[in-house]
């Protein structure tokens, strides 16, 4: 039995012998390999790189289609109550940037900010507002009711750090209060209005109600509104970001012309030429055409989704017209005006 082990274990030390040592890679082999991997990889990486980054735009620019529109359905939803849609010249009057002759009684700003010079007024109308369970019945019983309201939007681009380095939208508005004859007194007003802890029922600070009688067309007296004396505390309020802030005057790439379709009105920017020398002024990518007989409004938007993922090279360029998404609406007021 010894010996029988004694002679596996030489076989085995003898196999054991025999066996070739087995050396690493040489530092040839190794660049080579590396360069290799190099080769290979790199493509790789790019082509993942390309394709973050066109899934990065393309969030972009779906973000800001959406945003669009939801913007135009809220536009659109506030001026079918509009009962009176100002023109450019409408507008004009309301900021005091025409002379006297063609607006006598409104030769000074009836609008906020009245100096700010990094706005413009697009949009301005009145409508009828619902107020909601004001009226007393009786005893606990309430009914709804309306009062007229001025609402203004505005283009806006400015150096501010809250918002992007394009243009905004913001929103406006005063509204009348609910009259009652045994309500409550409101500061600045002589008439009484429903009684409410927060005043809520209350006119808006500054608000006057349009006068319709006397001589002259409806148009006269509407652009002829002045505000009450007390001062504005209604703030601006922003509906969207993110819009162009391309200038039709951009010498390498200008901001697209804007075009009318309304019949009625003519094919030019409906923002009054008055504000020509501010720079929102020169931006299409938010204006309206109003045709004021029929209180209708055609509104068009362009936002900007290249502002939200990068912070220069921002203005409009046919080769990137894709990242600018725009849409617009033809919106017809519900209510009426009427005059003697």
């Known amino acids: 039995m010894i010996m029988t082990l004694k002679f596996m274990l030489s076989i085995?030390?003898?196999r054991s012998k025999g066996i070739q040592q087995v050396d690493g890679f040489t530092l040839i082999e190794l660049l080579v390999g590396m360069i290799l991997a190099f080769l290979i990889i790199t493509p790789l990486l790019g082509f993942m790189v390309n394709i973050l980054d066109t899934d990065?735009?393309?969030q972009a620019k779906a973000n800001s289609e959406?945003?669009?529109?939801a913007s135009l359905d809220y536009i659109a939803r506030d001026l079918q109550q509009a009962i009176y849609i100002y023109d450019a010249t409408g507008i004009a009057c309301l900021t005091g940037t025409v002379d006297t002759t063609t607006c006598p009684n409104a030769s000074t700003n009836q609008l906020p900010s009245p100096t700010a010079t990094d706005r413009v007024p697009v949009l301005v109308f009145w409508k009828r507002e619902l107020v909601s369970q004001a009226i007393t019945i009786t005893g606990t019983q309430k009914d709804d009711t309306f009062v007229y309201s001025l609402v203004a939007y505005y283009l806006i681009k400015d150096s501010s750090t809250t918002w992007s380095n394009a243009a905004r939208i913001a929103r406006w508005q005063i509204k009348d209060g609910v009259a009652d004859?045994?309500?409550q007194a409101c500061t600045g007003y002589t008439g009484k209005y429903v009684t409410d802890s927060n005043n809520k029922y209350c006119p808006s600070p500054g608000f006057a109600l349009f006068k319709l009688d006397g001589a002259g067309t409806i148009t006269q007296k509407m652009n002829a509104w002045t505000k009450a004396t007390a001062s504005y505390t209604a703030d601006t309020t922003v509906l969207v970001d993110f819009i162009d802030q391309t200038k039709t005057d951009d010498a390498s790439n200008p901001a697209p012309t804007a075009v009318c379709?309304?019949?009625s009105v003519p094919a030019s920017f409906s923002v009054p030429a008055?504000?020509?020398?501010?720079d929102t002024?020169?931006?299409?990518?938010f204006y309206a055409c109003v045709d004021r007989v029929n209180t209708t409004a055609q509104v068009f938007l362009r936002g900007n989704a290249l502002a939200r993922i990068q912070n220069d090279n921002l203005n409009y360029k046919d080769s990137s017209k894709t990242y600018f998404p725009n849409a617009s609406i033809r919106v017809q007021g519900r209510g009426y005006?009427?005059?003697?």
């Not at 959406?66 to 529109?69: D, F, H, R, Y």
């Not at 008055?274 to 501010?278: C, E, K, L, Y």
């Open 274 to 278: 008055s504000f020509n020398t501010r």
């Open 181 to 183: 004859p045994g309500g």
């Open 337 to 340: 005006l009427f005059t003697k």
């Open 261 to 263: 379709s309304l019949t």
């Open 66 to 69: 959406q945003e669009i529109q």
């Open 56 to 58: 990065r735009k393309e």
């Open 12 to 14: 085995q030390l003898k």
């Open 281 to 285: 002024a020169k931006m299409t990518s």
